[in-house]
């Protein structure tokens, strides 16, 4: 890692202290080598530089949406990141190329297939970007979750550190059966792993993927 890097992955770790209250235990279950997707929520911009620098010295990229680098700024810390452009709402081959390429060198790619923040922390929608991905690339899946965080801005105006905790699953693997998966299927598989990162967060955040609970005296 550059001296310049080093310094600027101090200056995050800083700032998210000076923030948060961080509870990153779990981030020891993270495999020290290997591709590897992480499939996280996506609640704001805190869980950037959160995971990113508790990841080091792994090399970790992520997804983020192109017009980020509209802005020179954004354009330069995403870059810092390892953040990947997508043009949201196409299909971006380039993108999925350098995913693919990241995944085949080894590396950490980590994505939220919601697509956008929730503010809220309440899980939203699952795109099926993630399957094609796991099915192509043959990497394990480990799902990660972050809840707290929503609180940043009411913390903050009443002068307190937000606590911020990390949640870390168990890897698995996508099996597409060795034939053609229909759209149908991704998305069925999609839902699987969105699922997943819902047993991973208090009940309060499920969302979309809440499972209603049997009354009293069902079977």
């Known amino acids: 890692m550059r001296f310049g890097d080093r310094i600027i992955h101090g200056i995050e770790r800083a700032?998210?202290?000076?923030?948060?209250?961080v509870d990153d235990a779990d981030i020891s279950k993270v495999p020290a080598g290997g591709p590897l997707l992480i499939v996280t929520n996506h609640i704001n911009f805190l869980e950037i530089p959160v995971v990113h620098t508790r990841l080091l010295p792994r090399r970790v990229f992520a997804l983020a949406k192109a017009e980020a680098w509209d802005n020179r700024v954004l354009g330069w810390l995403f870059d810092r990141w390892g953040a990947i452009p997508v043009r949201r709402g196409e299909s971006d081959l380039g993108a999925m190329r350098k995913c693919l390429e990241v995944l085949?060198?080894?590396?950490?790619?980590?994505?939220?297939?919601?697509?956008?923040?929730?503010?809220?922390g309440r899980l939203q929608h699952g795109h099926?970007?993630?399957?094609?991905?796991?099915?192509?690339?043959?990497?394990?899946?480990?799902p990660l979750v972050f809840y707290g965080g929503e609180k940043l801005g009411e913390n903050l105006r009443r002068l307190r550190r937000t606590p911020f905790h990390i949640v870390v699953g168990e890897p698995f693997r996508l099996d597409g059966g060795g034939g053609r998966v229909t759209q149908e299927r991704r998305q069925e598989m999609a839902a699987d792993v969105m699922q997943r990162l819902a047993g991973l967060l208090p009940i309060e955040y499920h969302g979309e993927y809440a499972v209603a609970e049997a009354a009293p005296g069902d079977d």
């Open 128 to 142: 099926a970007g993630v399957v094609a991905l796991a099915l192509r690339s043959g990497a394990p899946i480990l």
């Open 104 to 120: 085949e060198d080894g590396a950490i790619l980590v994505i939220a297939p919601e697509g956008t923040r929730s503010r809220d």
């Open 15 to 21: 700032l998210v202290a000076l923030l948060c209250r």
